[in-house]
Structures are given as C-alpha cells and as structure tokens.
C-alpha cells in the first residue's frame, strides 16, 4: 500500500523550472488584459507606467464619448464623418498594433525564455506569438475598416457648404443614374428622378417622383436653362430625363460647374415642382445592385410578374408574385423593369424599393457588412451633401423610419406629361408638402407614433386619387399596365407602407 502511494519529488530544479514558467505565462497574460503591466512589475517601470496610463485615457475618453453620445445621438455621426479624426484615429491604430505587439515581445523577454527548458520554451513562444499577432491584427483591421470610411466620405460627400431649411424643410433630390456598368446599356443621364421633401425637426418625408418623359415644362426663374428655353423646354424629342445631355453638350452655359447635366437638372427639378433643392444624391444602375446586396438584400410584396430584362436577353426571366426577399440583381430589375409595364408603374415600384431599404436596413445590418456597403457606395454614389451634414440626415432618417412616408408623382391622369399645367403641378406639390408637415403641436405625437398607424394605433388606409374603386384584392404597385388603382397606388398615397 506504502508503495503504490509513493509519489517521487520533484527536484529543486524542476519546481524552479515550474515557476519560471508560471511567471513568463503570468506576464503574457497580464500584458493581454492591461498592455504595460508586464513592464511595471519586472521591467521598465517607465515604459509601462506610460502605456498603462495611456491605455486608460483611452478607456476613459471611451467612457465619456459613449455618456455623452446617449445625450447627443449626433456626436458618433460627427465623429464618424470628420475627415482629419479618422485619418488620426487611423494612425493610431495603427501605432496601436505596433506598441501592443512590442510588449508582447518584450514581456516574453522578461519571461527569461533562456532560462525554460525547450517544451516550455516552445509553449511560451507559441502562446506569445498567437496573442501578439491577434491583438496586432485586430488593430490593423480595425485600422483598415477605418480607412475604408474615410474613403467612402472623402469620395460620396464632397459637397462644400452646408444648405438652410427652405421653408422648414431640406428637398433632396435622388436621381438613379441609366447606366449599369455596360451589362445590358451604356451612358449616364439621370433617368430615376425623385424629391425627397424632408421636415428638418420631425424628418417627415414626401416623396415626389417625377416622370422621365415629361415635356414643355419650365426651368426654374433666373436660371441659364430657363434663359436658354423660357417657353419651356420644347426642343424636338426633348424630356426631362435629357436635360443633362442636352447641358452636358453645352457646358457654356454652366461655366465653373463641376456637373453642368446635374446642375441643369436640379434647374428643371426645381421649375417643375417650385421647391428649392439643398442637395442631390445620384447613384448608378450597377451602383445599386451592389448596394442592395451589401445590406442582404430587401423584402418585397411582388403584386404580379416582374420581367428580369427582355425577351431578347439570355437571362430574361420573371420575378413571380409573392413575399420574396430579393437580391440586387433582382431588386434592381423590380424597380427598372418597363417591359409588360410603363413609365408610372415602375415609378410607383421605384417608391416601394426606397421604402423598403429604409425600413428594413438597421444600423447593425450596416455593421455586419460594412466594407461591403463602403465599397459600394463610395464608388457608386455621387452626392452634393457635405460631410458635416451628414449627422443631421442621420438623425432625421431615424426619425422619418418611425413614420408615415407619403408620395406624389407627377403623372396622368393627375399631370399631362406632354403639356403639364406648371401652375397646377406647383399647387399639387404645396399639398401635399403642406399634408407632409405637422403643426408645432402635432410633432411630438407624430414622432412617437408607431409606422403605419394613425394617431389612435389603427391602421389608416392610403389616401388615393383613383379612377373608379380600387381592386378588392388590394393595391397592386408592380406589373401590367392599366388604371391608376391597379398599376399607381404608391405613386400618391399618404402611408407608402399600406400602399406596397
């Protein structure tokens, strides 16, 4: 019995070993949870007490940007979008990985590796190098991700001044480029012309959609468009998704413009519905595919058939009715797509896919595929938005997801787009802002009010100005041509949610 629980000691030597390696473990770990504590207690006390009070200064400042931002929801999106920050937060980043990885190598020195026999020694320059190379390449990535927004806002928002509230409200323009990278056209003209009338205090939104075949409208007063056709614009074949070739070609008339097609069509924009635009955003066919496919993709109620390009392409095929999640490609084709269709139907398409992106794409869907969505975006989407505006619209555009979004079109019967009534347009479209801005009183309740109710929690149908009753099966956005309430609804209707 006495000998089968006999264990051997351990030698003087091998406890010491043991604890030599206790002690390089120790270090490796303590300089993992506090970068510089290694140092105080075995080495340079200097050099330690300095990346030890550094480390929490910046947990400190973490601290304080994350109280202060619980106040004021804007100071990430200033932080964020601040050229010169990122490009210093980025540095020191960077400067991070280095200091954190030299503590490492210099706490495995401290280790007395020498001293270790060779499995221990093994282990130790192991464990050291996986942790300095984690840490190290944590911050370097994060260093990376931080460039890549830096690019995206250098390259997006490069509009130089800020633009006032024009009575109460910020009018921005969203233009879809006709261009998909050469896939099925070429060219750049802005073919998808939308108003997005936006209450600067609640974020209230109308949307005003514009159609592409329109004629003989007025450019706005003053304007060297305006100057150059003031009975309207009535040259042979001319509409309005033409301004900007038609002013491309004669850049005379806009010297010192960087874009005289956009400028032009802001002109015509701004005649048409008698609204001050403060800013544009214009992205290409391509350009939204790859967006759309960044964020996962979007939710659609397909009301009918939606044709994938035309009959003649290889790929032609249908989107088939139902509750689909679509990709790009797909989500792409649900808002162009004319074949089997028109102009207006795609438009009232075109509102749907806009609703959808802002409702369904959450700032952790953002998160989750950031560099995708960078990329995509900084080299697809041209804006006139400065960077220092950007936490103003990021703070309305949550406010606007917690609301009603209504819409005009400018479309038949309400318009005839050959021969449009200017007078009658611009006392459509001061309706229907006027409906989409609430009185002082009214703010509060509409802001707290749930998506798609009205103010006693039930659901309010859209408004609509239809020919005869609509369809008992409900309002149909997507597919074949007809009356205003089979092909229109979301083309003017006070809850654009109900309407797709």
């Not at 006709?178 to 209450?199: C, E, M, N, Y």
Request: hydrophobic letters at 40%; proline letters at 5%; one cysteine or more.
């Amino acid at each position: 019995m006495a000998e089968q629980n006999y264990r051997p000691q351990r030698t003087a030597a091998e406890r010491a070993s043991r604890v030599r390696f206790r002690r390089a473990m120790a270090l490796l770990l303590i300089t993992l949870l506090l970068p510089g504590s290694a140092q105080l207690v075995a080495g340079n006390r200097r050099v330690g007490r300095i990346a030890i009070w550094t480390v929490i200064g910046l947990a400190v400042t973490a601290g304080l940007v994350f109280v202060i931002s619980l106040l004021w929801h804007g100071l990430i999106f200033r932080l964020g979008t601040t050229p010169w920050l990122l490009g210093l937060f980025r540095i020191a980043l960077i400067a991070g990985a280095i200091a954190w990885a030299a503590l490492f190598i210099d706490a495995w020195r401290l280790g007395r590796p020498l001293e270790l026999d060779l499995k221990q020694r093994r282990i130790v320059v192991a464990i050291n190098g996986a942790l300095a190379f984690s840490v190290a390449a944590t911050l370097i990535f994060g260093a990376h991700l931080v460039g890549v927004h830096k690019g995206m806002v250098e390259a997006i928002f490069a509009g130089a001044e800020a633009a006032e509230a024009h009575n109460g409200r910020f009018n921005v323009l969203l233009a879809g480029a006709d261009s998909d990278g050469g896939k099925t056209r070429w060219g750049l003209r802005p073919d998808s012309l939308t108003v997005a009338s936006i209450d600067a205090v609640t974020g209230r939104t109308v949307l005003i959609g514009l159609p592409r075949n329109m004629q003989n409208f007025t450019f706005d007063d003053g304007s060297p468009m305006d100057e150059e056709f003031p009975r309207g614009f009535d040259c042979d074949g001319c509409y309005l998704n033409g301004v900007s070739t038609w002013a491309g070609e004669h850049k005379e008339l806009y010297k010192g413009e960087k874009d005289p097609g956009m400028a032009a069509t802001v002109d015509a924009v701004e005649g048409i519905t008698d609204l001050q635009i403060s800013y544009y955003a214009i992205v290409d066919l391509n350009g939204f595919e790859e967006i759309v496919d960044a964020i996962g993709g979007v939710t659609l109620k397909v009301r009918q058939p939606i044709p994938v390009g035309l009959p003649s392409d290889s790929f032609y095929t249908h989107i088939q009715p139902g509750t689909k999640k679509l990709d790009g490609w797909e989500t792409l084709w649900y808002a162009r797509a004319r074949h089997d269709s028109d102009d207006y139907s795609r438009m009232a398409r075109q509102k749907c896919v806009l609703n959808a992106i802002l409702q369904q794409t959450s700032p952790a869907d953002v998160v989750r595929h950031y560099q995708d969505v960078a990329k995509a975006t900084g080299s697809t989407i041209t804006t006139s938005v400065p960077p220092s505006e950007i936490e103003r619209f990021s703070a309305l555009a949550l406010k606007a997801k917690s609301q009603k979004i209504s819409t005009l079109s400018l479309v038949p019967p309400l318009v005839n787009t050959a021969d449009p009534d200017m007078s009658d347009i611009h006392a459509e479209v001061r309706k229907a802002v006027k409906k989409a801005t609430p009185k002082k009183e009214e703010a509060f309740n509409q802001q707290s009010a749930s998506p798609g109710t009205g103010d006693d929690g039930e659901t309010k149908a859209p408004t609509q100005k239809t020919e005869g009753k609509p369809d008992k099966g409900g309002p149909v956005t997507g597919g074949s041509l007809g009356s205003r309430n089979k092909g229109y609804q979301a083309n003017e209707t006070d809850d654009l949610a109900s309407a797709c």
